[in-house]
């Protein structure tokens, strides 16, 4: 398996730490991978204007939010 590392600022690190929890995973590489998993299913659905719609709960209470995946 190849080994890839990269430093983090102290907001990226705090991120990563509150995904593991969000996704029930114990390190970061499990977040990564769970991200890229994630990026791939919205890069598949997105729009011919490289954007991304995620709807409101059935309950309304979240807003919509639109998420550009264009450079």
Do not use: C, W, Y
């Amino acid at each position: 398996m190849a080994v890839t590392s990269f430093e983090v600022d102290d907001r990226t690190a705090a991120l990563l730490a509150q995904l593991q929890t969000t996704f029930g995973v114990k390190t970061n590489a499990a977040v990564i991978r769970k991200a890229l998993a994630l990026a791939n299913v919205a890069s598949q659905h997105a729009g011919a204007d490289n954007t991304i719609t995620i709807a409101p709960s059935e309950d309304g209470k979240k807003p919509a939010v639109k998420v550009s995946l264009a450079g």
